[in-house]
């Protein structure tokens, strides 16, 4: 079936150092939205791209959409404590309904 | 801000025992999605409504059946509860089209002994 691809799983960072997850698919997506889930917490959307090409910034996040909008990437610069969680993308692909989710990147700060 | 209330936070079932899982929302959102998440597979569909009554299948809809009587409210139902339920469900709801982001309710957290 269809499938958005997310990696890493996992990436440990140094307070302070940045961070990226990256989502790839082998077919053209017609959007890509983010969303955040923290330890113990529920998914909390992030925000949504629909243009080629597309980049957002929300303070430190920056949001990407491909050119072939077949990828997306979300950055942090210097990260904080408060970034720690887990970070899906999904799309909607080509469905009416639901949306194909990635398996997610887990962000997790060293002590 | 819209709320997503799960019935329960933590449960605790033993196999074979009809479970029910509830979710209510307060928005008036024609969308509502039954979700269970296991570590390193991310969030898989199991079953989700687009209006009262109406109901399709997911990614994952084997041992699980859903119910919208009303609007606000969507069931999930574990006919007969095994051990391979044992998992983290998560309820959303969506108002309008697949543009609009998914609200989540804050997830039942289900063992099955």
């Known amino acids: 079936g269809q499938q958005v691809m997310q990696i890493p799983q996992y990436q440990h960072v140094q307070e302070g150092e940045d961070f990226t997850t990256y989502c790839n698919s082998s077919?053209?997506?017609?959007?890509i939205q983010w969303y955040k889930q923290r330890p113990g917490g529920h998914p909390v959307f992030l925000i949504q791209?629909?243009?080629s090409g597309e980049v957002k910034k929300q303070k430190r996040l920056t949001f990407q959409f491909g050119e072939a909008k077949k990828n997306s990437s979300l950055h942090i610069t210097a990260t904080q404590t408060t970034d720690v969680g887990t970070y899906f993308c999904a799309s909607t692909m080509d469905s009416n309904y639901q949306l194909i989710w990635g398996a997610g990147t887990k962000l997790i700060i060293k002590p | 801000d819209v709320k997503v209330t799960q019935s329960s936070r933590y449960l605790v079932k033993r196999t074979g025992e009809k479970v029910f899982l509830e979710c209510v929302q307060d928005m008036d959102h024609e969308n509502m999605f039954w979700y269970r998440q296991d570590p390193g597979l991310g969030l898989r569909l199991i079953y989700f409504?687009?209006?009262?009554?109406?109901?399709e299948k997911g990614d994952i809809p084997e041992g699980y059946s859903v119910s919208r009587e009303k609007k606000e409210r969507f069931s999930l139902i574990l006919e007969s509860a095994s051990t391979n339920q044992t998992s983290m469900y998560l309820c959303?709801?969506?108002?309008?089209?697949?543009?609009?982001?998914?609200?989540f309710g804050d997830g039942t957290r289900l063992s099955i002994l």
């Open positions: 077919t053209t997506l017609s959007n």
């Open positions: 409504s687009y209006d009262v009554k109406m109901k």
């Open positions: 791209l629909v243009k």
């Open positions: 959303a709801s969506r108002k309008g089209g697949t543009s609009q982001p998914q609200h």
